[in-house]
């Protein structure tokens, strides 16, 4: 039962276009939701944050966009480069600052 | 600036051995987090702490053992391991407990029971 779906596996895009990377969640709960990219054999870095009561944050070329009505959130990547290319992860926060993940979407940026 | 260090990187063990992934942070952060990774999957918490002497279990501690005797430090125990435990492994340390304080994380431990 998780509490928070990544549903794309995988994304492909061209370098210069816009990346959409997409997150659902079921617990109306979470006060904070953030995204982490991760390299192969890396530890997860820290990328944007939103929370639970904003529906927009922005920085630089990374945007994240929540609607509580759908609870969902989305990534987006604008232009998206050959550099990041990695797996994205979602996750939510809960009490104590406990992050729950979803399965990680993998960006894949093509010259 | 070091951040969370976690060793070994690698390790292999056979079935009903023992070890410790060791855990150690130098931002003075008072929340440890200890999550693994199977494949294709997300990260799942192991256990947490928020302050030295003080842990909790997180989603899931079943074969797991930790402790914090100080600020830096959150070792890891796997008593009896099994091909279950499996996975990467990571550590994790955040200032406060709270959503807006984004985690630090490790490079991870990649862990083999065979």
């Known amino acids: 039962d998780q509490q928070v779906k990544q549903n794309s596996p995988s994304l492909s895009v061209q370098e210069g276009r816009i990346s959409i990377l997409n997150c659902d969640y079921t617990?109306?709960?979470?006060?904070?939701f953030l995204w982490y990219k991760k390299y192969p054999a890396e530890g997860p870095t820290f990328l944007i944050s939103?929370?639970?009561?904003?529906d927009k944050n922005e920085d630089g070329r990374f945007t994240v966009f929540l609607n509580k009505s759908a609870k969902h959130l989305s990534l987006h990547i604008v232009p998206s480069q050959p550099g990041d290319s990695a797996v994205y992860f979602c996750?939510?926060?809960?009490?104590?600052?406990?992050?729950?993940f979803g399965q990680g979407t993998e960006l894949s940026v093509k010259p | 600036n070091a951040g969370v260090t976690q060793t070994p990187k690698f390790r292999i063990l056979k079935i009903g051995q023992s070890m410790t992934l060791q855990c150690t942070q130098d931002?003075?952060?008072?929340?440890m987090y200890w999550y693994r990774q199977d494949p294709g999957m997300g990260l799942k918490l192991i256990y947490y702490s928020v302050g030295a002497g003080i842990t909790d279990k997180g989603e899931v501690p079943n074969g797991y053992n930790v402790s914090r005797s100080t600020t830096e430090d959150f070792p890891l125990r796997l008593e009896l391991a099994a091909p279950s435990q499996t996975s990467v492994y990571f550590c994790?340390?955040?200032?406060?407990?709270?959503?807006?304080?984004?985690?630090?994380f490790g490079d991870g431990t990649r862990l083999s029971i065979l």
């Open positions: 939103i929370s639970s009561i904003k």
């Open positions: 994790a340390s955040s200032y406060r407990g709270q959503g807006n304080q984004p985690q630090h």
């Open positions: 617990n109306s709960m979470f006060d904070y």
């Open positions: 996750a939510a926060s809960e009490e104590g600052g406990k992050l729950i």
């Open positions: 931002m003075n952060h008072n929340y």
